[in-house]
């Protein structure tokens, strides 16, 4: 669930199995007051256990979240929430479960010696009403995911097959000239034009390949994915019912071929949209699962309770260096401005002040957590130098790059253009956007920033269709390579809606891609980072963290990037 666009925005979590999702579940970092969770003690051990196995027997976990899910489309879907949705009713070629890659549907897969073909072997697998799943609905899947008329974002990782960048780009109509085929009911071939080091790891986890019943699609038309009526599912668990913006609930899917395993009956998803109200339903056990606390809360929990996730998440405000107008468009083009604006931000007291330093600042793009290539060490712990921003502010230097780039745009302070900062309605986001501004008035003088916030999916749209000048971004992609991520940013990346466009960036990126050794890949994506760090439209603030409440009588969630709870159980 991973994925996706985040672009978006904030607050986090969970993210969407593969890319770079709008992360719109919580309100992460708010320092708000609140004693809610003042008797959070005899919560955890007491007043939970009733909810999950109610007087029927029927065991269920509810989980507060404070967003809904956009759509089940999964074409289409660019949010976290979706996309955990998805993760738990549908079921892809593979999984990614906890990190580790494990058969899905595709019960075996076998890859030809020069690693261009690769060959899918599907299991007797049902959807929920029992028709069986086959090769021709994963055709149809990859299909409509790179049809330019569908309207998705999620395909970069897929461009290694052959005619998928011609389909994306409208070169070639013929959807069938894609080089995915079903070689019979139960065997599907996928053929790539170049070999991808990645191509595994992105079937496993992108939310936007999970097979499609195209008479059911079709049918279903625009509304497709929008209510449970119009969704279909062939994963552990079923919609049931799905009040939008209030509670979605999903049941135990019989057919599923696993379905011995499933432990929860049901799983209810409620969407709190106010954190104080989410951690008192979850102190009084009306929810099981606080899935964002707020940082202010943290001690009020003890470690049996308490789960800190890596969301494998990068937080930065990205420019849109073409500008909402000609004018913008004409500064935040500036490198020099772009960096003014970076250096003017103490990342450092915006962490201790809106998370309760519960993020990790970032001076740099790729996730920490980035494994490197020796065995226990990280990316950047190999390439430790590579810098685009202080930690803390730097009012002199910020001052200086200010100067520079007001002497190439040939104009003051006073006559730069009212520069829109876009944010959701959501969470501590507009805090932190007045803070930013703030800081920018402070530290340069600089008095022309509007700050715009809409409900999520109007701001997803204007994002996408450029309607802003600078947004905060945050972006999360697979921890174990840094492909996912910076391929975002290239000149054919699908959701690059930054105004950048660099050929010795995207270069970069594509020479990752010609070799199997890690270190050398490394050493591309080392260069990549720095040279969008010096030359791109980010500015990068954290490495974000989310904090979870979970009842501890459940056992199975898993915590990482993705809140993964297939596997679920009730342990009393």
């Known amino acids: 669930m991973k994925k996706a666009l985040a672009l978006l925005l904030v607050c986090t979590m969970i993210l969407s199995l593969a890319g770079c999702n709008t992360y719109t579940s919580g309100d992460e970092t708010t320092q708000e007051k609140t004693t809610a969770a003042a008797g959070s003690e005899s919560a955890d051990k007491e007043s939970t256990a009733e909810g999950a196995q109610n007087a029927s027997g029927t065991k269920e976990l509810r989980i507060g979240v404070s967003t809904d899910a956009i759509s089940l489309d999964t074409s289409v879907i660019n949010d976290n929430n979706s996309g955990e949705i998805l993760f738990h009713t549908a079921e892809g070629l593979l999984r990614n479960l906890e990190g580790e890659i494990v058969p899905g549907i595709a019960e075996t897969y076998d890859v030809s010696e020069d690693g261009l073909t690769y060959t899918f072997h599907l299991r007797d697998a049902k959807w929920e009403d029992g028709e069986p799943i086959t090769a021709e609905q994963f055709v149809y899947s990859f299909q409509r995911l790179l049809d330019p008329n569908t309207g998705a974002t999620e395909y970069d990782n897929f461009l290694s097959i052959v005619n998928a960048q011609e389909i994306s780009d409208g070169t070639v109509t013929d959807l069938s000239q894609l080089g995915v085929k079903a070689e019979d009911e139960k065997t599907l071939v996928v053929t790539l034009s170049r070999m991808s080091p990645t191509f595994i790891s992105s079937v496993a986890s992108a939310s936007c390949l999970y097979p499609l019943r195209q008479e059911f699609v079709e049918k279903c038309g625009a509304n497709y994915g929008t209510s449970a009526d119009n969704y279909i599912a062939c994963g552990p668990y079923k919609i049931e019912s799905w009040a939008v913006d209030t509670e979605l609930v999903m049941v135990k899917n019989e057919n599923y071929y696993d379905a011995d395993k499933i432990s929860m009956d049901k799983i209810t998803r409620l969407i709190i949209s106010d954190s104080n109200t989410r951690a008192s339903m979850f102190d009084n056990g009306e929810i099981d699962v606080n899935v964002s606390v707020p940082a202010s809360l943290k001690d009020n929990y003890d470690e049996n309770t308490l789960k800190i996730a890596s969301a494998g998440t990068t937080t930065t405000l990205m420019v849109n260096m073409n500008g ?167 000149t054919y990346g699908s959701i690059n809606v930054s105004g950048w466009m660099d050929d010795t960036y995207t270069g970069l990126i594509d020479q990752s891609e010609t070799t199997l050794d890690r270190a050398e890949r490394l050493g591309y994506f080392a260069e990549a980072e720095q040279y969008i760090l010096d030359n791109g439209p980010h500015i990068p603030l954290f490495f974000f963290t989310n904090l979870l409440a979970v009842n501890p009588q459940f056992t199975g969630i898993s915590y990482s990037s993705d809140m993964q709870y297939i596997y679920a159980d009730y342990a009393n």
């Open 324 to 490: 909402m107008t000609e004018e913008t468009g004409k500064v935040l083009s500036n490198v020099n401005f772009i960096k003014a604006l970076s250096y003017a931000i103490d990342r450092t007291a915006l962490n201790t002040a809106l998370a309760n330093g519960t993020y990790e600042v970032a001076t740099r793009l790729i996730d920490p957590a980035t494994p490197g290539s020796k065995e226990g060490t990280t990316y950047c712990e190999e390439y430790p130098d590579i810098a685009g921003a202080p930690a803390a502010a730097d009012p002199e230097k910020a001052n200086e790059y200010l100067d520079k780039a007001l002497e190439e745009l040939g104009m003051t302070k006073e006559e730069l253009p009212t520069i829109t900062y876009l944010c959701m309605e959501i969470g501590q986001l507009k805090l932190y956007a007045e803070a930013i501004t703030d800081a920018w008035k402070t530290v340069l003088g600089l008095d022309c920033f509007e700050i715009v916030q809409y409900p999520v999916p109007t701001t997803i749209q204007n994002m996408l269709q450029g309607q802003y000048d600078i947004y905060w971004q945050q972006c999360g992609a697979d921890l174990n390579d840094p492909y996912e991520y910076m391929s975002y940013w290239t």
